[in-house]
């Protein structure tokens, strides 16, 4: 196995974002589609986000298939100002399970901007630092995401057995 790296990088959008139907923008959702397809096949995970107008993205895998993969982006006519953030060997990969999963807004990360001095997400502007932290929020999110899905998942198995029992009675 070669050396595991996580890329992370920001671009601005050369389309004009439309409203989302599904809560997801029509062209990152394309993007996203295509993305999963072609991670899962070379083994690429990572996070995107994308946020006024902005695309954020964490790419961890080998080191030669993620630098492919971030040729592919930065000659992709949808970004442009395509800007390495933060680029670092890794023991370990903080998002092994997602071939790539996109992160919707949410008022936490506003509060994550907010105590940096952000009024709105401008990733370009970001040090590597603030890149890196935001990869871990990004992280620490999921975590909570999936413990919450957890929870109601069991909340709702209990209502269920519930009403069937009261049912039953």
């Not at 006519?77 to 996109?102: E, G, I």
């Amino acid at each position: 196995m070669g050396e595991l790296v996580r890329l992370v990088y920001a671009s601005k959008a050369s389309f004009f974002p439309l409203p989302a139907k599904s809560g997801v923008e029509p062209t990152v959702a394309r993007i996203l589609m295509q993305s999963r397809q072609n991670n899962s096949r070379s083994d690429v995970g990572g996070i995107l986000y994308f946020g006024d107008g902005y695309f954020f993205q964490a790419l961890e895998g080998e080191r030669e298939v993620v630098n492919e993969t971030f040729r592919r982006i930065c000659a992709d006519s949808r970004h442009h100002q395509v800007t390495t953030l933060s680029l670092k060997t890794v023991a370990a990969r903080l998002f092994s399970d997602w071939s790539m999963k996109y992160v919707p807004a949410e008022q936490s990360l506003r509060q994550f901007l907010g105590r940096r001095g952000y009024t709105r997400f401008q990733p370009l502007r970001f040090s590597e630092e603030e890149a890196d932290s935001l990869v871990q929020f990004f992280e620490h999110a999921r975590d909570e995401n999936a413990e919450a899905t957890r929870k109601a998942k069991r909340f709702n198995l209990r209502a269920l057995f519930s009403r069937k029992s009261r049912l039953a009675n």
